[in-house]
């Protein structure tokens, strides 16, 4: 009977310890670690896009369309002789419409006349005398413009400055993990790119220019128009997978 109690118990003894190495190797066995990493560098822009529009009205669509297409030119004309060539002039948008009045006293709609609308888009690497061409597109013919908007001209070099930032963000914040664990950081397993951003700058301009006003001496004394622009942040975005 002792005997068999002796064996009983260091059965038990050896179960124990085997557990207890399993419980040991399991809590030794690697890991993994999933973060993200988003890197943003900050640049100033480098194209600047002027959006100016013409709006005319006529008795006939065919004229109205004329009219406008003559103060195109012109502002054409003008952009070419500060420089700009023609392929960084892009008309974006045109239309042509009828217009009508009511009468009061009968009650019907009447045609009154057409009116034709075409939106310039003007790009120039001059950023800091964006004014000055939206100025000479005024000048020139042009009854409005909706804004300017900045960009880059080529943001793929910053986005890859970004994208090294976001590379380190992961690994810094892999690396505070793995030590608050009390694990050294093991080697990545996995990367993936999430996302690219670059953002652009608008100035929103509330230009309704009468044509009166564009018919102004052109040796009268007139300030030029000053626009302000922000840094252009391009972002990337990754997750990446350590082992530790």
Same mark, same amino acid.
Not at 146 to 157: A, K, M, N, Y
Not at 214 to 238: C, F, L
């Given at each position: 009977?002792?005997?068999?109690?002796?064996?009983?118990?260091?059965?038990?003894?050896?179960?124990?310890?085997?557990?207890?190495?399993?419980?040991?190797?399991?809590?030794?066995?690697?890991?993994?670690?999933?973060?993200?990493?988003?890197?943003?560098?900050?640049?100033?822009?480098?194209?600047?896009?002027?959006?100016?529009?013409?709006?005319?009205?006529?008795?006939?669509?065919?004229?109205? %369309?004329?009219? #406008?297409? &003559?103060?195109?030119? !012109?502002?054409?004309?003008?952009?070419? *002789?500060? @420089?700009?060539?023609?392929?960084?002039?892009?008309?974006?948008?045109?239309?042509?419409?009828?217009?009508?009045?009511?009468?009061?006293?009968?009650?019907?709609?009447?045609?009154?006349?057409?009116?034709?609308?075409?939106?310039?888009?003007?790009?120039?690497?001059?950023?800091?005398?964006?004014?000055?061409?939206?100025?000479?597109?005024?000048?020139?013919?042009?009854?409005?413009?909706?804004?300017?908007?900045?960009?880059?001209?080529?943001?793929?070099?910053?986005?890859?400055?970004?994208? %090294?930032?976001? #590379?380190? &963000?992961?690994?810094? !914040?892999?690396?505070?993990?793995?030590? *608050?664990? @009390?694990?050294?950081?093991?080697?990545?397993?996995?990367?993936?790119?999430?996302?690219?951003?670059?953002?652009?700058?608008?100035?929103?301009?509330?230009?309704?220019?009468?044509?009166?006003?564009?018919?102004?001496?052109?040796?009268?004394?007139?300030?030029?128009?000053?626009?302000?622009?922000?840094?252009?942040?391009?972002?990337?975005?990754?997750?990446?997978?350590?082992?530790?």
């Amino acid at each position: 009977m002792k005997n068999w109690k002796r064996k009983m118990l260091a059965l038990a003894a050896a179960s124990v310890m085997v557990l207890g190495m399993s419980v040991t190797a399991l809590a030794a066995e690697p890991g993994t670690i999933t973060v993200n990493g988003q890197g943003i560098v900050s640049v100033a822009p480098d194209l600047a896009t002027i959006h100016v529009t013409v709006e005319k009205t006529a008795s006939t669509a065919a004229q109205a %369309q004329k009219d #406008v297409n &003559t103060k195109v030119d !012109s502002i054409r004309t003008a952009m070419k *002789a500060l @420089g700009v060539a023609e392929e960084d002039m892009t008309t974006s948008y045109v239309s042509v419409y009828a217009t009508y009045r009511y009468d009061d006293n009968t009650g019907e709609r009447k045609l009154s006349g057409y009116e034709a609308y075409t939106s310039l888009s003007v790009s120039t690497n001059d950023v800091d005398n964006a004014g000055k061409y939206v100025d000479a597109a005024l000048k020139a013919g042009a009854t409005g413009t909706d804004g300017v908007s900045f960009s880059l001209e080529t943001p793929e070099q910053y986005y890859n400055q970004a994208l %090294q930032e976001a #590379v380190k &963000t992961a690994q810094s !914040s892999a690396q505070a993990i793995a030590q *608050a664990y @009390g694990r050294n950081l093991g080697q990545v397993l996995s990367v993936t790119e999430n996302s690219r951003n670059s953002s652009t700058t608008y100035k929103q301009m509330n230009y309704a220019v009468a044509e009166e006003a564009m018919a102004m001496d052109s040796t009268a004394a007139r300030g030029e128009t000053e626009i302000s622009y922000e840094d252009i942040e391009v972002s990337a975005n990754i997750t990446a997978v350590y082992q530790f």
